[in-house]
């Protein structure tokens, strides 16, 4: 679906909504606040100090900047600024700490519900926080709700297709992501010559693709070429938040790390900055393949 055709569907939201959206870091929170502009929505944005860092994109809509320790308020400010529906893009890289807390009435009503999201893994914090927002009157909704032509399309997406070889680390890859997805270490796995090498950890994915360059020289893969970057959501994944992403950085640091190709999960991915996306691949010669959702 195209920008156009998105506006042209509409939002299905109640009359008098007003939509937030809490920004991380990298693309997707333009591209959010973006879609909801040209479908008449314009979003106000809590900035999250020291992660979005988007600021003279975000800046231009109605905005304030919150401290990851000042988490508690949050409702408050949501509140005062009328937000009926939020969206939780971009990346958050660390955790409040709670002895930064400053204490205040409405720090207590949400210490529970933030000491429980923060025992959690990634996704259970995700859940725990999306239901303590949902509690108090707050709709959260998904990015792909908001701009559904950011959500990977299954098949084929560029010029160059995947080799028989590259369909093995695809497979091998594709088992180990969702093996560590159910344990909520990560999202993604690079497999070369048929066998998984590495797997995404607290370094995300940037992380794992550089890891991966490092290991081109070692004895068990060295001589060994292509491979493949796969990525998609974790089983029972808060699919409101965090789904699997790739963009144009993406796209280079999988070339430079010496793959074919790079591969997602169709219909619960997103392909952040889609033209310029397809468009580095093709130039740099790599495939991106959407693969068929293994869950609804």
Known sequence: ????????????????????????????????AAGLAEQGHPPFIVLMEGEADRLAELCRYEHETLALEAIGSLIPLLK?????????????????????????????????????ALARGDDGLLKVVARGLEARGIKVMGAHEIVPNLVAAEGVLT??????????????????????????IGQAAIAVGGRTIALEGIEGTAGLLDRARLLRGHGRIA???????????????????????????????????????IAVEAGRSLILEGPATLSRANDLGLFIVGLAATES
């Open 159 to 184: 010029r160059a297709t995947p080799r028989t070889s590259d369909w093995r680390d695809i497979e091998a890859g594709f088992a180990a992501a969702k093996a560590i997805g159910a344990l909520d």
């Open 223 to 261: 001589g060994k070429t292509r491979g493949v970057l796969v990525k998609c959501a974790k089983p029972g994944q808060e699919l409101r938040a965090d789904l699997p992403s790739m963009g144009p950085q993406t796209v280079e640091a999988a070339h430079a790390a010496g793959l074919a190709g």
């Open 1 to 32: 679906m195209t920008k156009a055709e998105a506006a042209a569907a509409g939002l299905d939201l109640p009359p008098g909504a007003r939509v937030g959206i809490i920004a991380g870091g990298g693309s997707l929170p333009v591209e959010v």
């Open 80 to 116: 005062r600024n009328r937000i009926t529906h939020l969206v939780l893009a971009g990346e958050i890289k660390r955790r409040p700490r709670l002895t930064h807390m400053r204490p205040s009435l409405s720090l207590l009503a949400v210490i529970p519900v933030v000491v429980m």
